[in-house]
C-alpha cells in the first residue's frame, strides 16, 4: 500500500499509472481488514510496522487523502480518473475523523471545481455528491455548520440550474445522490432553517418543481423530489410557496401514477405536509386532494405503507375546521377508515391510524353524509377480492418454485465500499430468512430477517450499484434489485434480466406468504 501512495506522488505527469493506481486503492479500500506485516515484506523497511491496524487507516496514515485530492486538482480534465478518485475518497470518508481530514484539505471545493470543469456531467455528478453527502455529515455532526460551509451561492446556482435543465432520464442516479444532500441538510435541527433559505434563494426549490411538473411521468424523479419537496413544506417561510407551486401538480401525478404505491405514498406525504399550514388548505381542496387520497385508497387498498401516509393526509385535511372536515367526509373519508380498519385488523399501526382519524372527524363535525355505503363497500370488497386472489396466487407460486427457492441462486453481491463478490442467496425452509453464502459453501456469510424487509427495488438505484470496479463492468440496472430493510440494504446483481425478475416475483412472493399466514 505504501507503494502505490507514494508511487503516486512520484508519478503525477503519468496518467495511466495514476489511474491503475486508484483502482488499486479501490481493491485494496474494499476490505477493512487488520494489516500485518508479511515475514517476506519487501516494504517492512519503509514504514512502521504493521500491527493488525485496518486497511483504512493504514491508507490514511500513508497520505492517501493527500495524493487523491492533489491527483483530482492535477488532472481536472480527466474525468475517469476523477471519478475513481472520488469512489476511493467516498470510502474513506465513511469514517468521520477521515472526512474530516479531507475536509479540511479541502475535498468538497475540489469536488465541486471537478464538476463544473465537466459541466456537471451526470456521472461525475453521481460520484461527486455521493463524496458531498459524506462530507456534508461531518461538516453538520463535527463542525456544528450548515450548507454554505460547503457550497458557494454559485455553486448552489450551478446546481439548480443542472435541476432544471434534466431533459433525460440518464440523470435519474445523479439526481438522486443531489437529492441526498439536499435532505440531509434540510434536515438538520440546527441549521436546517438557513440552508433552506440558502438553497431557496438561489434557485434549487424552484428547481425541484420544474423538475416535477417536466418530468411526471417519470416515477424515480418523483420518488426522489417529493420527499425533498415535503421538507421544505415543514418550514413556514417556504410552505405556501411549495402548496402554489405545486398541489395541482400532486393530484395529476396522482392520476398518472395511480397503480404505483410508491409514489402515491411519496405524494401523500408531500400533501399532509403542506396540510398543516391552514393557509394551504384551500389549494389542497381546490385541487380536488381529498378525493384524489380516496381514490387512491380505493385503488390499492392492500398495501399497508400508501394506506396509513394516506390516512395521516386526510387527517391532517380535517382537523383544520369543520368546514374541510365535512369536505372530507363528502367524499367518503369515514366510511374509507372504518372499512380499512375492518379488513387491516391484524395490522395494529393501521388500525390506530384509522382509529384516531375517526375521533378527529367525531371532533370536527358530526355525521359524514356523501358517500357511505358506496366507498365503504368499496374498499371492503376491493380489500377482500385482492387479498383472496393474491393468497391463492402466491400459494400455487410458492409450491411451484419452493425448491428453487430454499436451494437459491448465483448472484453478485455489491457494496458501497467492500469489493463485489460472488454469492448464492437462498430462503431459509421457515421462510424468516433471507440468506448468502459463498458459492458451495455450507455456512451463511450473512441474513437479512424477512420482517425487516420495507421494499424491492427494481434497478441500480444505490450508490454499490452504481459504483464502479477494476476489471469489470459496472452492473447493468436491469439485471439489479435492492432489497431495502430497515438497518441495511442488500444490493444483488444477476445474471440476465429475466432472472432478476424471476427472483424478485419469488422474494415477493414470499413476502406476501408471510403476510397471509401471520408469520412474524
Known amino acids: 500500500m505504501c507503494f502505490v501512495i507514494d508511487g503516486m506522488s512520484k508519478n503525477q505527469d503519468n496518467e495511466e499509472t495514476l489511474l491503475l493506481a486508484v483502482h488499486c486503492l479501490s481493491n485494496l479500500s474494499a476490505e477493512n481488514m487488520p494489516c500485518t506485516e508479511a515475514p517476506d515484506s519487501v516494504g517492512k523497511d519503509f514504514h512502521p510496522p504493521r500491527r493488525g491496524e485496518p486497511t483504512l487507516q493504514v491508507m490514511v496514515q500513508e497520505g492517501a487523502i493527500d495524493v487523491l485530492l492533489n491527483t483530482m486538482r492535477d488532472f481536472e480534465y480527466n474525468g475517469a480518473l476523477g471519478i475513481a478518485c472520488m469512489e476511493v475518497l467516498h470510502g474513506l470518508c465513511e ?24 459541466d456537471w456531467d451526470h456521472e461525475i455528478v453521481t460520484a461527486g ?79 425541484l418543481i420544474h423538475l416535477m411538473k417536466t418530468h411526471m411521468n417519470v416515477s424515480s424523479y418523483l420518488l426522489e423530489c417529493t420527499p425533498v419537496l415535503a421538507v421544505f413544506a415543514h418550514f413556514d417561510d417556504f410552505a405556501h410557496y411549495v402548496a402554489k407551486s405545486s398541489v395541482h401538480l400532486v393530484t395529476e401525478a396522482m ?10 405514498t411519496g405524494l401523500f406525504d408531500l400533501m399532509g405536509s403542506l396540510a398543516f399550514d391552514n393557509e394551504n388548505l384551500p389549494l389542497i381542496v381546490q385541487y380536488d386532494g381529498p378525493a384524489a387520497i ?36 363528502a367524499h367518503g373519508g369515514r366510511d374509507c377508515c372504518e372499512a380499512l380498519a375492518e379488513a387491516y385488523e391484524d395490522n395494529q399501526e393501521v ?21 357511505k355505503t358506496q366507498v365503504k363497500n368499496r374498499v371492503r370488497a376491493m380489500t377482500t377480492n385482492q387479498k383472496n386472489i393474491q393468497q391463492k396466487t402466491t400459494s400455487e407460486f410458492l409450491e411451484k418454485y419452493r425448491r428453487r427457492i430454499l436451494d437459491g441462486g448465483t448472484c453478485t453481491k ?7 463478490r460472488t454469492r448464492t442467496i437462498y430462503v431459509t425452509d421457515d421462510f424468516r430468512l433471507i440468506c448468502w453464502k459463498e458459492v458451495g459453501g455450507k455456512k451463511a456469510k450473512g441474513e437479512l430477517p424477512f420482517n425487516d424487509i420495507i421494499e424491492i427495488i427494481p434497478g441500480a438505484t444505490t450508490k454499490a450499484l452504481c459504483r464502479k470496479h477494476l476489471m469489470r463492468s459496472r452492473p447493468k440496472a436491469d439485471n439489479c434489485f435492492t432489497i431495502k430493510g430497515k438497518t441495511r440494504d442488500l444490493d444483488l446483481e444477476f445474471g440476465n434480466k429475466a432472472e432478476r425478475d424471476h427472483w424478485i416475483s419469488m422474494l415477493s412472493s414470499c413476502i406476501e406468504f408471510r403476510n397471509h399466514t401471520g408469520l412474524d
Open 414 to 420: 455489491h457494496h458501497k465500499s467492500n469489493a463485489p
Open 95 to 118: 469514517t468521520h475523523a477521515y472526512a474530516k481530514k479531507a475536509f479540511d484539505l479541502g475535498a468538497a471545493s475540489t469536488i465541486l471545481n471537478l464538476l463544473e470543469q465537466h
Open 255 to 264: 392520476k398518472i401514477h395511480t397503480e404505483n404505491t410508491r409514489v402515491l
Open 351 to 371: 388500525v390506530s391510524a384509522c382509529n384516531s382519524t375517526m375521533l378527529t372527524f367525531n371532533a370536527m363535525v358530526v355525521g359524514s353524509g356523501g358517500l
Open 294 to 329: 380516496v381514490d387512491a385508497i380505493c385503488a390499492n387498498p392492500t398495501d399497508a405503507n400508501m394506506v396509513l401516509s394516506a390516512i395521516h393526509t386526510l387527517e391532517n385535511i380535517a382537523m383544520c375546521n369543520d368546514e374541510y372536515c365535512q369536505i372530507v367526509l
Open 129 to 207: 455528491f455521493g463524496c458531498l453527502s459524506v462530507l456534508g455529515e461531518t461538516v453538520i455532526y463535527e463542525l456544528d455548520a450548515g450548507v454554505d460551509k460547503v457550497f458557494s451561492e454559485d455553486d448552489v446556482k450551478s446546481l439548480a440550474t443542472l435541476i432544471t435543465s434534466i431533459d433525460s432520464d440518464e440523470y435519474q442516479s445523479a439526481f438522486s445522490s443531489i437529492c441526498a444532500v439536499l435532505k440531509l441538510f434540510l434536515s438538520d435541527d440546527d441549521h436546517g432553517t438557513g440552508s433552506g433559505k440558502f438553497f431557496v434563494e438561489n434557485g434549487v426549490l424552484k428547481a
